[in-house]
């Protein structure tokens, strides 16, 4: 079964800096996806930046971007000039393209940001 | 907002008792998943549908739990006999594309 580890429980960056989520996963499989969601407080879990794992080209979706590793297993998310709105919970998440479509997800990090 | 709607948002329930949630997706005829969430934990998979047929469920969905999806519609997550460990928030997410889309889930708070 895959897993998915998230090691830092919470963080912090400070307002217009760069803070760096890590996450990573294990499994046996070569075709896959992983993600980032954003969980705000009380509101819905949105998703915030996908890769394929069949894709060499690192994921950008304008201030976010990845570091994907698949020798590694790594999987962090690089948020850039971060804003008070990116303070949430973050998850990082696998999907299986082998054995269904069911997302397995980390525990979260929870980001804080400072004014 | 997402456009997954789920509904109630907050349930309270006294231990033994049966509730059930619905969650109506963005479009009908695609993917929809359940999900539990526990306080500080990420959402662990409960089950999904493709269309009106159940595909898969997690060995987390005990003889208690039921989950139904008419037509390839709405959906509904019901728990029979409920105990204190099924306190969690239950998620709904729906696919109609390549992306999946959350509700704001259901909180249960068993009592």
């Known amino acids: 079964a895959q897993t998915v580890t998230q090691s830092q429980p919470e963080m912090s960056v400070q307002e217009a800096e760069t803070v760096t989520l890590s996450c990573t996963y294990d499994t046996s499989e070569s075709d896959y996806y992983l993600f980032w969601y954003k969980q705000p407080p009380s509101r819905q879990m949105i998703l915030v930046i996908r890769q394929e794992a069949y894709k060499q080209q690192n994921a950008t979706e304008n201030r976010f971007s990845v570091n994907f590793q698949k020798a590694a297993k790594s999987f962090s998310l690089k948020i850039s000039d971060s804003q008070l709105g990116d303070a949430a919970m973050y998850f990082c998440?696998?999907?299986?393209?082998?054995?269904?479509?069911?997302?397995?997800f980390g525990a979260g990090t929870i980001l804080r940001v400072k004014s | 907002d997402t456009g997954v709607s789920q509904d109630p948002r907050h349930k309270i329930t006294k231990r033994g008792q049966n509730v059930t949630f619905r969650c109506d997706p963005i479009?009908?005829?695609?993917?929809l998943y359940w999900y539990r969430q526990t306080l500080g934990q990420g959402p662990e998979f409960l089950t999904y549908f493709q269309n009106e047929a159940q595909l898969e469920k997690s060995r987390l969905l005990s003889d208690r739990f039921s989950a139904e999806r008419p037509k390839g519609s709405f959906s509904t997550l019901e728990i029979q006999r409920t105990e204190q460990g099924d306190s969690a928030m239950y998620l709904c997410?729906?696919?109609?594309?390549?992306?999946?889309?959350f509700g704001q889930g259901t909180r249960l708070t068993v009592v």
């Open positions: 997410a729906n696919e109609p594309g390549r992306e999946a889309f």
């Open positions: 479009s009908e005829h695609n993917r």
């Open positions: 998440a696998y999907r299986s393209m082998e054995y269904g479509n069911k997302l397995v």
